[in-house]
């Protein structure tokens, strides 16, 4: 359960990260 949302997470803050242009700052928080 926790694995799913840390998944839900991550890729909220990947499109997060992609639609400001930061993926350096993305890969950190990964």
Same mark, same amino acid.
């Given at each position: 359960m926790?694995?799913v949302? %840390?998944?839900?997470?991550?890729?909220?803050?990947l499109?997060?990260?992609?639609?400001?242009r930061?993926?350096?700052t993305?890969?950190? %928080?990964?």
């Open positions: 926790g694995s949302v %840390y998944l839900a997470v991550c890729i909220l803050h499109s997060h990260c992609a639609y400001r930061q993926r350096r993305c890969y950190m %928080y990964i």
